[in-house]
């Protein structure tokens, strides 16, 4: 199975080798036919400390690194 990449905003660099990413997705609710915003936070693995807090950036899925960190940063992305 491929790995997922998604795409969203650094809003958290306080942690050590550690970004927290918002990742907003949107999709037509099936009842009202109205799009929706819908957001989720996903900590990502930073080996480097590059990214800082409003950075946008591709993440992707990876082997467990720690409890929470289930993606890894992959590269800035293009604006």
Request: some cysteine.
């Amino acid at each position: 199975m491929p790995k997922r990449i998604l795409q969203g905003k650094v809003t958290s660099d306080k942690n050590d080798q550690t970004v927290t990413v918002l990742v907003e997705r949107r999709f037509t609710h099936p009842v009202m036919k109205k799009t929706v915003r819908s957001t989720k936070k996903y900590r990502a693995h930073d080996p480097l400390n590059q990214f800082k807090v409003g950075d946008s950036v591709r993440i992707s899925e990876c082997a467990p690194i720690s409890k929470t960190k289930r993606w890894e940063v992959v590269t800035e992305a293009s604006a």
